[in-house]
């Protein structure tokens, strides 16, 4: 089975300040990693993902999140917070065992300004 | 090019009713998944639908079940609702490129209130 672990239920960082999301999986094989951004009362919208190749992966809106294989770590990190980054952040890890990716509870980010 | 969308947004039932939720994938796009949501949680697979046929399927109970129709949209049908169903239903779609790796692209979801 899959399973994704978001330590956080909230984080708080003020506007200008580096953010981190933290997610560590757990999958059989080799992972696919997600992350996902929702915004109040809106559906999932796609950040980046990480398949194979370079651990540092680059996504929308100056997001990126660094694949950890010995820590089985998948963190979003973004390097200048802004207010409008607020939202509920979901990572997620899939394989090709399963293609079905398993969400985590999710992350609520709060920047402030 | 239109996203994936969903019907309706909102809508109230009450216990033991019946509830269809509707999807349509992106264009290009003929898988569609399906997941609950709900308050404070991350998104459950329910199950996915590929050449109108169901592949997969996650925990839920025989009452969750679906369609998929020849031009790739969806329905979702809930029978004998429970309280414990009141969610935010999120539609999915994936296509050719991004079924193999699980890249997902939702719609904004129909709440879903039993009373």
């Known amino acids: 089975a899959q399973s994704v672990a978001q330590p956080e239920d909230q984080v708080n960082v003020a506007e200008g300040n580096p953010l981190t999301v933290k997610c560590t999986y757990s999958?059989?094989?080799?992972?696919?990693l997600f992350w996902y951004v929702q915004y109040p009362n809106r559906g999932l919208q796609f950040l980046l993902k990480y398949i194979t190749g370079d651990n540092l992966v680059k996504g929308s809106y100056g997001f990126e999140a660094e694949f950890n294989k010995s820590q089985t770590s998948f963190h979003l990190k973004k390097p200048s917070a802004l207010v409008s980054d607020s939202a509920l952040y979901f990572c997620a890890v899939g394989s090709g065992g399963s293609y079905i990716p398993t969400f985590g509870r999710g992350t609520s980010l709060i920047v402030h300004p | 090019d239109a996203g994936v969308t969903q019907s309706p947004t909102h809508l109230i039932k009450t216990r033991g009713q019946q509830v269809t939720l509707r999807c349509s994938p992106k264009s290009g796009h003929d898988t569609v998944s399906w997941y609950q949501q709900a308050l404070g949680q991350g998104p459950q697979f329910i199950f996915q639908?590929?050449?109108?046929?169901?592949?997969q399927r996650g925990n839920f109970p025989d009452r969750f079940s679906g369609h998929q129709f020849p031009n790739y949209s969806s329905e979702l049908n809930v029978n004998a609702l429970l309280l414990g169903d009141s969610a935010l239903y999120l539609c999915a779609s994936s296509g050719s490129r991004s079924r193999n790796t699980g890249e997902l692209f939702f719609g904004e979801g129909s709440r879903l209130t039993v009373l």
């Open positions: 639908y590929y050449e109108e046929e169901e592949r």
């Open positions: 999958v059989s094989g080799n992972p696919y």
